[in-house]
Structure formats: structure tokens, C-alpha cells
């Protein structure tokens, strides 16, 4: 059973292709020295020559190196692999969560039963239930659900907005909701109406 949520990332996938490119550099290097040891005798000139490819082979090699480092160590210090590298054993997913201070994290987590997903924010185990009516595809075609410190459950955008939007039009948790659904005839049913009118209004016979 796979452990890893990505088989191969893309920073091992750099690693091993700088190790080939080391290997390379490394056995040009010896063949300019070999030449070097060959040439010595007879051109000094041309041995200088060829010691100087030699440290510019160094310096290459050292500049890759610095290089491949560099952008892997960011990758792992801001926890990029969510965005990056996709994930092969369907027992993992994302988070993309949204904590207190506002600011926005990202990481990959393990699947539990019924909806539960199994993460760390701030050093300390968390948990969220994805309901699965919000569910997200990054760029890089990994799934992922959006959370917030403050929730326990992942965030539906769709309900937020329609949220915003009913508090915006309707008043305070749309209480006149049912009214503007009245006026615009969007109702489900239509009101049962009494056949005696009269008595809704509160109207005897003798009036």
C-alpha cells in the first residue's frame, strides 16, 4: 500500500537530473585533465588553457547545484507541493486554509473515514470534515478543499456568496426574503387561498 501521497516529485525529479549532469561534468573534468597530463610536456600554454576549463567546470557545476537548491528549498519552506507535484495515491488530498491572521496555507493531508481529513496547522493536529459540496481542482489537477481556522468543515463559496448576496438585498438574514419572493411570483407553491375572502380580511356578512 503506498504511504506517499506523490510518488515522485518534481524536486527529486531536479535532484536527479543535476546527479546525471554532476556525473557528466565530472567526466569531462577528467578528461580534461588527462589531456592536460598529455599536453603539459609540450605546450605549457595550452595546459593553462585547459586548467581554466577545468575551473569553469567547477563553477558550473557548483552554480547548478546552488540553483536546484534554491528553488527546492523554497518549495519545502512555503509548501508548495500542493501546486506543483500531483498527487498519484488517492488516499491523500489539499487544503488550501485560510488562518485567523489571513493568511493562506497550503498542504497536502490524509483522507479519513466519512469526509474526515486529517492535517497540521500551527504544529498541532487538525481536523476538517469535507462535506464534499465544495471541492476545488488546482491548476495542476489535484483536488483540494477550502478551510478556515475558525470552521470545522470546509468552506462552500457558492454559500457564502449566495449569503452575501441575500443579506445584501434582503436585510438582516433575509428576513423580507419570502416578501420579494411573493412580489416576483418565485414561490414553490401558491398560497392556498380561502374561498370565503372575507374572512381573511376579517369582514362579517352583516358589514
Not at 537548491?69 to 506543483?84: H, T, V
Not at 487538525?126 to 489535484?142: E, K, Q, S
Not at 423580507?176 to 374572512?199: H, M, P, V
Request: contains cysteine; proline residues 1%.
Amino acid at each position: 500500500m503506498k504511504k506517499r501521497a506523490i510518488s515522485v516529485s518534481n524536486s527529486e525529479i531536479s535532484i536527479v537530473i543535476w546527479i546525471i549532469g554532476f556525473f557528466l561534468a565530472g567526466y569531462a573534468i577528467k578528461k580534461v585533465w588527462t589531456l592536460h597530463n598529455m599536453i603539459l610536456p609540450i605546450n605549457q600554454g595550452i595546459a593553462f588553457e585547459l586548467i581554466l576549463v577545468m575551473m569553469l567546470l567547477f563553477g558550473a557545476v557548483f552554480l547548478f547545484a546552488f540553483s536546484t537548491a534554491w528553488i527546492n528549498f523554497f518549495i519545502s519552506k512555503y509548501e508548495l507541493n500542493l501546486w506543483i507535484d500531483k498527487i498519484t495515491n488517492p488516499d491523500f488530498m489539499g487544503w488550501v486554509r485560510f488562518t485567523k491572521n489571513r493568511r493562506i496555507r497550503s498542504q497536502i493531508v490524509k483522507k479519513g473515514a466519512l469526509g474526515l481529513t486529517k492535517g497540521v496547522a500551527n504544529d498541532s493536529k487538525a481536523d476538517v470534515i469535507n462535506n464534499a459540496d465544495y471541492t476545488v481542482t488546482l491548476p495542476n489537477g489535484n483536488q483540494a478543499i477550502l478551510t478556515v481556522d475558525l470552521f470545522s468543515e470546509n468552506v462552500n463559496l457558492e454559500k457564502v456568496a449566495g449569503w452575501q448576496l441575500l443579506h445584501r438585498h434582503f436585510g438582516f438574514i433575509g428576513h423580507r426574503a419570502y416578501e420579494k419572493c411573493i412580489e416576483d411570483k418565485e414561490t414553490l407553491f401558491s398560497r392556498a387561498l380561502n374561498k370565503n375572502k372575507g374572512k381573511d380580511k376579517g369582514v362579517s356578512k352583516n358589514d
